[in-house]
């Protein structure tokens, strides 16, 4: 079966995120004591890096599951620009490469603006607007959550569900996830 390599890689990203996230916690005092020492001072500058994956795009086109015949992963970057505590904007790229049995390349390239809305207990709502070199454009509704916050970095999980129309194709929603380290 061609999904059995894919979970392992998804399973090992997860994995390699987890340990990254406890050594950093273990060698640190306790982060939300030193989170509330921080003096935030607005408007407020940070940096991201991340994996996403799609797992799953419906559409009346035909439905798919990401390493059925390819595998797509996507390397978010961003900057997010803090307004307050709870608001901001965000500016990301993100280059997509696709993988399968016969050649590996960049697929696409996705410029994803968007807002940022805080909601407490480490959860962030964002919308975003893509645009896409593929010819495809749409928006993307994001739930991201904290799983670990040093002084330094955070490293975060979020839900994707991509909306996209557009070049010839009919419309399609996807399940995404993204893991990734803000700083």
């Known amino acids: 079966m061609k ?3 894919i979970l392992r890689l998804i ?5 390699f995120f987890h340990v990254i996230a406890a050594s950093s916690q273990s060698n640190q005092p306790d982060s939300s004591i030193v989170v509330d020492m921080v003096t935030h001072r607005y408007p407020e500058l940070k940096g991201y890096v991340g994996l996403v994956v799609p797992i799953y795009t419906l559409s009346i086109d035909g439905n798919t599951l990401n390493g059925e015949d390819n595998f797509v992963i996507g390397n978010p970057w961003g900057i997010n620009i803090w307004k307050s505590q709870r608001f901001g904007f965000s500016f990301e790229f993100t280059p997509f490469l696709k993988f399968n049995s016969q050649e590996s390349k960049m697929s696409n390239i ?6 940022l809305y805080r909601i407490g207990h480490e959860y962030t709502l964002i919308g975003r607007v893509a645009y ?4 495809r454009y749409g928006f993307t509704p994001i739930i991201n959550k904290v799983l670990v916050r040093t002084p330094t970095n955070t490293f975060f999980v979020a839900g994707l569900l991509p909306v996209r129309f557009g070049n010839n194709h009919a419309p399609s929603v996807t399940v995404a996830v993204q893991f990734g380290i803000g700083f």
């Open 110 to 115: 996705m410029f994803h603006p968007g807002v």
């Open 11 to 15: 399973f090992g990203i997860i994995l």
């Open 132 to 135: 896409e070199t593929s010819g």
């Open 3 to 5: 999904t059995v390599p």
